[in-house]
């Protein structure tokens, strides 16, 4: 299972950035995606998750109306589309995948990419 995380950057307050999580050796449609993100000295955050087979979607408080995740199934692809982001968005952005769990408790998550980080400058 290698799950490869990529689009981070660095982009000005109310801007939009897009990431993606590349999966493979895996049955994707099997498992749900999700998104975590820490920042420097706080506790990792999930923040967003997908279940590929019936694309269920949930969004933390923190992220909702802003950021908006999808699938591309035929490219074994997750996206998280952040719009609006704030310098509280800062943080290494990490994809995870379960075949356990459909929601954002983290230990159920086996899987993990090696994460892409956002800077968001005020």
């Known amino acids: 299972v290698q799950l490869q995380a990529s689009g981070g950057g660095l982009v000005q307050t109310g801007g939009s950035l897009r990431i993606s999580c590349v999966a493979s050796?895996?049955?994707?449609?099997?498992?749900?995606i999700a998104w975590f993100r820490q920042a420097p000295g706080k506790e990792r955050e999930g923040i967003s998750c997908?279940?590929?087979?019936?694309?269920?979607?949930y969004y933390a408080d923190s992220v909702k109306g802003r950021f908006t995740i999808s699938s591309d199934n035929a490219k074994n692809t997750v996206h998280l589309e952040m719009n609006n982001l704030k310098p509280d968005d800062t943080a290494v952005y990490y994809c995870?995948?379960?075949?356990?769990?459909?929601?954002?408790?983290?230990?159920?998550?086996?899987?993990w990419g090696q994460g892409t980080e956002v800077t968001v400058s005020s």
């Open positions: 995870a995948a379960s075949n356990r769990i459909y929601g954002m408790i983290e230990s159920f998550y086996d899987n």
């Open positions: 050796g895996f049955t994707f449609e099997e498992y749900a």
């Open positions: 997908i279940s590929i087979r019936d694309d269920k979607k």
